[in-house]
């Protein structure tokens, strides 16, 4: 009797390490699959950011593109006045200019 007492316990005991590394197991799966789904949360987060990012960033450069616009209008129409004045206009501007120059140094 005492016997079989001994070899019960021993058969629990065998079980209860049986079902111990079960739990170990299991453990270890739901760990492995509880960081995999936050790896795929986390590239989703990022990949969703960066699109964002492309957005806003494309955004602000139609916006700046659009404020430009105007500026480099001006800028090319007042390139285009100054390449079309008269050279008569331009020499009389230039002798001011030296003769200014000259009598400011006082070499006259």
């Known amino acids: 009797m ?5 070899l019960s316990v021993k058969e629990a005991e065998g079980q209860a390490k049986n079902m111990i ?5 299991a453990s270890k799966r739901s760990k492995e699959e509880t960081r995999n789904q936050a790896e795929e949360e ?3 987060i990022i990949y969703e950011a960066k699109e ?3 957005t806003i960033m494309e955004n602000a450069r139609k916006e700046g ?3 430009a616009e ?6 090319k129409s007042d390139a285009e006045k100054i390449i079309g004045i008269n050279e008569a ?3 009389r501007a230039v002798n001011i200019i030296i003769e200014r120059i ?5 070499n006259s």
């Open 42 to 44: 986390y590239n989703k």
């Open 70 to 75: 105007p500026i480099l209008e001006n800028g």
């Open 65 to 67: 593109e659009t404020a």
């Open 52 to 54: 964002n990012a492309k």
């Open 2 to 6: 005492a016997k079989d007492a001994i």
């Open 89 to 91: 206009v331009l020499d």
């Open 102 to 106: 000259v009598k400011a140094n006082g």
């Open 21 to 25: 590394e079960d739990a170990v197991q």
